[in-house]
């Protein structure tokens, strides 16, 4: 068979048929008398195979290998070429990301798509300087799209670049809440965490809402910086939590200021003084907890609150019980 009908039948323009003859891939089986290439059944068929193993993403070098190397196996083709895959992917992936950002954006013009290519790259910077400047540059002309501020911030582990990460997303009002709200998905508590401590950061009914849906995250660290945030709002949801982390001693100063500012109010004040009476009482909690839920109480407005502490003044525990006659002079004295 001649070249032309071989590329009319193969889909192989004549052009490649020549260039896989001068590589060495096909060679022609035969010439006729007036020296043009004659391919045979066996030259179609390997024809055929190069076309398969080039439709997997095999470079002509490749293929070559494959057609004649014995060592040249299988499964080292194939996992090379899912690992060359996953890389080709995960390029295009970012770059589309880049794109779309870019265009969230709505650049002016080229010098803004500039300048946004390069706050986006200083955010990906190893350097936490120039990643905090990319942050706080995000006040100027031309902001840092808010997806790329939202992945910075649920990934920064530098507390001053946080600190602008979560400054940038609060100036940014609402728009990043629901890729924040997907952060506290996360099956890592510190990504949960960055995400709460960005949350809490921005105003709003749908902060304050998710907020309170993490009160039931399985981490302490999480569900404490919630409540906290919680309780600056005046939610007393957040008390359970609140008190849990006076337990626990885990930020505990924190926890007992946001009490004392939620039971600002009479009726507020009688329930908090309840539950923390309820968690004093001996075998509740751990020996080592009741000190810090007595000057927890102390702070605590109300009769029930300052007869407890009296309570408590006699305790058998003598640092409770001390602990409980001072604060109970201050407020005496008060």
């Given at each position: 068979?001649?070249?032309?009908?071989?590329?009319?039948?193969?889909?192989?323009?004549?052009?490649?048929?020549?260039?896989?003859?001068?590589?060495?891939?096909?060679?022609?089986?035969?010439?006729?008398?007036?020296?043009?290439?004659?391919?045979?059944?066996?030259?179609?068929?390997?024809?055929?195979?190069?076309?398969?193993?080039?439709?997997?993403?095999?470079?002509?070098?490749?293929?070559?290998?494959?057609?004649?190397?014995?060592?040249?196996?299988?499964?080292?083709?194939?996992?090379?070429?899912?690992r060359q895959t996953?890389?080709?992917?995960?390029?295009?992936?970012?770059?589309?990301?880049?794109?779309?950002?870019?265009?969230?954006?709505?650049?002016?013009?080229?010098?803004?798509?500039?300048?946004?290519?390069?706050l986006l790259r200083d955010?990906?910077?190893?350097?936490?300087?120039?990643?905090?400047?990319?942050?706080?540059?995000?006040?100027?002309?031309?902001?840092?799209?808010?997806?790329?501020?939202?992945?910075?911030?649920?990934?920064?582990?530098?507390?001053?670049?946080?600190?602008?990460?979560?400054?940038?997303?609060?100036?940014?009002?609402?728009?990043?809440?629901?890729?924040?709200?997907?952060?506290?998905?996360?099956?890592?508590?510190?990504?949960?965490?960055?995400?709460?401590?960005?949350?809490?950061?921005?105003?709003?009914?749908?902060?304050?809402?998710?907020?309170?849906?993490?009160?039931?995250?399985?981490?302490?660290?999480?569900?404490?910086?919630?409540?906290?945030?919680?309780?600056?709002?005046?939610?007393?949801?957040?008390?359970?939590?609140?008190?849990?982390?006076?337990?626990?001693?885990?930020?505990?100063?924190?926890?007992?200021?946001?009490?004392?500012?939620?039971?600002?109010?009479?009726?507020?004040?009688?329930?908090?003084?309840?539950?923390?009476?309820?968690?004093?009482?001996?075998?509740?909690?751990?020996?080592?907890?009741?000190?810090?839920?007595?000057?927890?109480?102390?702070?605590?407005?109300?009769?029930?609150?300052?007869?407890?502490?009296?309570?408590?003044?006699?305790?058998?525990?003598?640092?409770?019980?001390?602990?409980?006659?001072?604060?109970?002079?201050?407020?005496?004295?008060?």
């Amino acid at each position: 068979m001649l070249i032309g009908d071989v590329a009319r039948r193969s889909g192989v323009s004549a052009r490649m048929l020549r260039h896989y003859d001068s590589l060495g891939l096909v060679r022609p089986t035969g010439r006729t008398g007036a020296g043009y290439r004659e391919y045979s059944d066996e030259d179609i068929r390997r024809i055929f195979h190069i076309e398969s193993l080039r439709s997997l993403g095999l470079s002509l070098r490749e293929v070559g290998r494959a057609l004649v190397d014995p060592d040249f196996t299988p499964s080292e083709l194939v996992d090379d070429l899912i690992r060359q895959t996953r890389e080709r992917i995960a390029a295009e992936t970012d770059l589309l990301t880049r794109l779309r950002r870019i265009g969230a954006a709505e650049p002016a013009g080229w010098e803004d798509v500039l300048q946004i290519v390069a706050l986006l790259r200083d955010l990906g910077a190893k350097s936490a300087s120039r990643r905090q400047r990319a942050a706080l540059s995000s006040a100027g002309e031309v902001p840092v799209p808010v997806e790329a501020l939202v992945e910075a911030a649920l990934s920064e582990t530098d507390p001053n670049v946080s600190g602008a990460l979560r400054w940038a997303l609060a100036r940014s009002g609402g728009d990043g809440l629901a890729l924040l709200a997907e952060g506290l998905g996360s099956p890592a508590a510190e990504v949960r965490k960055r995400a709460v401590r960005s949350i809490a950061e921005i105003p709003g009914d749908e902060a304050t809402a998710l907020l309170r849906e993490t009160l039931a995250d399985p981490d302490i660290v999480v569900r404490g910086h919630a409540a906290l945030a919680l309780g600056a709002r005046g939610v007393t949801d957040a008390v359970p939590t609140l008190i849990d982390m006076v337990v626990e001693g885990t930020h505990d100063v924190d926890a007992a200021d946001a009490l004392s500012a939620l039971a600002s109010r009479p009726a507020s004040a009688d329930r908090i003084a309840a539950m923390l009476i309820d968690r004093l009482a001996h075998g509740a909690v751990e020996p080592s907890a009741r000190p810090r839920l007595t000057q927890a109480l102390a702070d605590i407005p109300g009769a029930e609150a300052s007869q407890a502490l009296a309570d408590l003044s006699h305790d058998e525990d003598r640092v409770v019980a001390l602990t409980a006659a001072y604060v109970l002079g201050i407020r005496d004295a008060r």
